[in-house]
């Protein structure tokens, strides 16, 4: 299946599933990902990617767009940081990495090694950002006169979604891809992950105390939503 927009076609990939309303998703590779009811013919599917095509070919673009500017790991090129770039510099010897001035300087002999360093920094710097956030976020639901738990972190590397509550165990799981985003995304998520342990559910009372807490989440979540 596909659809158009200004002259290009799109393909598109369907699933149907046990499922009650149509959802349409823009992978990281620039696919068109539709999943859809068991019984919903081909063209009420063709019907709704028409419909949100201007929509679909924004994102495919962006997504292309990201794929252009994907990180290479050699010395002189640059990699997503909390909305901005840092430039990787080979250190000509064993050190700390460190980052100062946008430049990430590390240790490394070619690309493979740099990705490597790369990584094991921005799991540390990842851990501790997230670390003050939770903490944060937890004080701010507190001041307001929610009990909600101080939350456990996990960090995971997910494809599919930037955040998860499980309000039975207490633990919010972060994805670390986030950290490409500007830090009012970071925080946003947290915000939209705690308000989870209040309500399981994305309704109008979820979203009532998102906003309450943290005005500027329609802003930062928009970004999110044309990954």
Request: proline share 4%; charged share 25%; with cysteine.
């Amino acid at each position: 299946m596909e659809f158009t927009c200004n002259g290009r076609r799109y393909p598109v990939t369907v699933t149907r599933k046990k499922m009650k309303r149509i959802i349409m998703k823009v992978r990281t590779d620039g696919m068109v990902c539709v999943s859809a009811p068991l019984r919903c013919a081909d063209s009420d599917i063709a019907r709704a990617l028409q419909q949100n095509a201007a929509a679909l070919a924004q994102m495919v673009g962006e997504a292309e767009r990201r794929a252009d500017a994907a990180p290479d790991y050699t010395d002189g090129s640059s990699v997503p940081y909390l909305g901005g770039r840092l430039t990787l510099h080979y250190a000509a010897a064993p050190g700390k990495t460190i980052r100062e001035d946008g430049v990430l300087t590390l240790f490394a002999r070619d690309p493979q090694e740099a990705y490597g360093a790369y990584r094991q920094w921005l799991a540390a710097d990842c851990t501790e950002l997230y670390r003050e956030l939770n903490r944060e976020v937890w004080t701010a639901f507190r001041k307001a006169g929610y009990d909600v738990p101080l939350a456990r972190i996990e960090i995971k590397d997910m494809v599919s979604r930037w955040g998860s509550c499980t309000a039975s165990s207490g633990r919010i799981s972060m994805n670390i891809r986030l950290m490409e985003y500007p830090i009012g995304c970071v925080r946003g998520t947290f915000y939209h992950e705690y308000a989870h342990f209040l309500h399981q559910d994305h309704s109008a009372a979820f979203y009532a105390v998102v906003r309450q807490l943290y005005p500027e989440y329609d802003r930062w979540d928009a970004l999110l939503k044309h990954r």
